[in-house]
């Protein structure tokens, strides 16, 4: 679903209400509980569930689902902070606490996957915003779309953050039997300071590694995303080594920062303990 579709009404929406939400056909309610604190999801209808990747973007895959926009971990260095400003909210705190949740994705995905003209193309899920954060928890998206997905016989791809992938670990294994099913999880750093700082709605690093050990233990492939890099904070040998001890049937990829206008790196760096001076000899 991109929202550049999303038609908005010409009749006066709720004052109170976000801009840019409250005037959209699609949105079902908003709604905000007490084991959620300070955030707020807004639930709607979703219009498509299959985004197609446009050729200039370079990627390995033609084709995304995400079933939320905004995200609960907080990670500073987001690049898809800026997708936020499509609704008039901020890249900021309201990427983190102002949730989008297509609630009826998986019905949407499915019918799409039963057109004719569906070639089976491999589907990418968490290259935007990760489909295992907290919100999962609550809405339970993700077990709909992996059946619609392995259902139909297309191939799927997950990376995330998030270890309420474990739940999900029973029927990715049965999924696998069906379609090429593959995971990767994000562990952009092993510092446990650091990550309160950079990523402070995100599951411990350490508990990220366990994921990691669950997911190849069910028997499925796993893929660690050491990324980003981020220059004088995370670019030791000592961060970059620690995931990788434990090897199993993973491989490891790295890429540095992107640093894309909307991420805040700039305003968390200079809180940071400074790189030693260099000697003067």
Not at 197 to 214: K, M, N, Q, S
Request: include cysteine; proline fraction near 10%.
């Amino acid at each position: 679903m991109r929202w550049a579709g999303q038609e908005i009404s010409n009749q006066a929406g709720d004052p109170a209400a976000l801009p840019g939400l409250d005037r959209l056909h699609n949105l079902v309610r908003s709604v905000r509980t007490p084991e959620f604190a300070g955030i707020t999801f807004h639930e709607v209808l979703a219009k498509s569930a299959l985004n197609h990747v446009p050729k200039a973007a370079g990627l390995p895959f033609n084709w995304t689902v995400n079933p939320y926009r905004g995200c609960s971990h907080g990670c500073v260095y987001c690049f898809a902070r800026n997708t936020h400003t499509y609704l008039d909210l901020d890249a900021g705190d309201d990427f983190d606490r102002q949730i989008v949740v297509k609630i009826n994705i998986a019905d949407v995905l499915a019918r799409e996957l039963r057109r004719p003209t569906w070639t089976h193309e491999p589907v990418a899920l968490g290259t935007n915003t990760d489909p295992y954060q907290r919100a999962e928890g609550r809405y339970r998206l993700m077990p709909g779309i992996i059946a619609a997905l392995a259902g139909s016989g297309t191939p799927f791809s997950i990376l995330t953050k998030g270890t309420t992938a474990r739940r999900d670990l029973p029927l990715l294994t049965v999924a696998s039997r069906a379609v090429p099913v593959s995971m990767g999880v994000s562990i952009a750093l092993t510092d446990e300071t650091i990550h309160a700082d950079l990523e402070p709605g995100t599951p411990t690093p350490r508990a990220r590694l366990e994921l990691v050990r669950a997911i190849v233990g069910a028997g499925l492939p796993c893929q660690v995303l050491v990324a980003p890099i981020l220059p004088m904070i995370t670019d030791s040998d000592e961060q970059h080594d620690h995931p990788r001890r434990d090897r199993g049937r993973r491989r490891d990829c790295c890429n540095c920062v992107r640093a894309a206008p909307a991420s805040r790196c700039p305003r968390v760096v200079p809180a940071l303990p400074a790189p030693p001076s260099p000697a003067v000899g």
